[in-house]
Structures are given as structure tokens and as C-alpha cells.
């Protein structure tokens, strides 16, 4: 798990060193992309990160269809919570605008987060996914997926 954390970081700060590269606005643009975008995943995987913990409990007790509606309600609250994620980064220059972050960024940072913002659903239901097989100890299905 340490070792997956470092090579995040260092991916992140080799991409980050190769588009200073391209100039002072991306690399401006690239940081605060990266900003919002881990901003954005922490806050919405933060409510998902109980899964684990509650289908673990039903999963002791041999409640498996508490497990089943635990999971549909996961899914659902993942697909809101991404709606309003979404929503917030397709209006992404409005609010920049309003915290004062520079202009000339907004055309580098809009067309990213645009394309960002499809893969937060995606990836909420990858993470439920991945605390439910870890309550019913079944983490090398993640590790497939």
C-alpha cells in the first residue's frame, strides 16, 4: 500500500515536471487542476469509505441481504453525490471566477475537468465496489479489478 501511495506522488510529480515544460499558465493550470481534482475524489469518496465498515458488521452476523441493500444504497448515494460533482466542475470557470483565480487559466482547466468529470461515477462505483469486497474478505477480487 506505501509503495502504490510513493508511486502516485511520483507520477504526479513527473507530470507536473513535464508540463512546466510547456510554459508558466499550464503548469498553473496543471496544479490547480490537480488540486481540485484530489479536492473533489476526497470529499466524494469520503461518505463510501463506510461501506467497508457496515457490510463487515452484516457480513458477521450472516445478514446478507442487509449487505444487498447496503450496496444498492451505496450505488445511489455515489450516483448524487457524483451529480453534484459533476455539476460543480462543468461550472468550474464561475466558481474560480468568483474565488479570483486568474482567467487566462480557464480554458486549460474547463476542457480538462469537463473530460474529469465523467470519470466520477465510474470511479465511485469502483470504490464501492472495492469496500464491499473488502468486508466480505475478498480483496483479491480488487486486485483483479
Not at 503548469?27 to 475524489?41: D, E, K, P, R, S
Not at 466558481?95 to 465523467?118: C, D, E, N
Request: a positive charge; one cysteine or more; aromatic letters at 12%.
Amino acid at each position: 500500500m506505501v509503495l502504490v501511495r510513493l508511486l502516485y506522488i511520483l507520477i504526479n510529480m513527473i507530470g507536473q515536471i513535464l508540463i512546466s515544460h510547456l510554459g508558466s499558465h499550464q503548469f498553473a493550470a496543471g496544479a490547480l487542476i490537480t488540486t481540485l481534482m484530489n479536492t473533489v475524489m476526497v470529499i466524494a469518496m469520503s461518505s463510501i469509505i463506510s461501506v467497508s465498515i457496515i457490510a463487515s458488521r452484516y457480513y458477521g452476523s450472516g445478514d446478507f441481504k442487509a449487505i444487498g441493500v447496503l450496496l444498492r444504497t451505496s450505488f445511489m448515494i455515489s450516483f448524487g453525490i457524483a451529480l453534484i460533482a459533476c455539476f460543480l466542475l462543468w461550472h468550474i470557470t464561475e466558481i474560480l471566477t468568483f474565488l479570483g483565480q486568474p482567467p487566462v487559466l480557464f480554458p486549460y482547466i474547463s476542457k480538462y475537468l469537463h473530460a474529469y468529470a465523467w470519470s466520477i461515477l465510474p470511479a465511485l462505483w469502483m470504490a464501492n465496489i472495492h469496500q464491499f469486497c473488502f468486508a466480505i474478505q475478498q480483496q483479491r477480487l480488487v486486485l483483479i479489478l
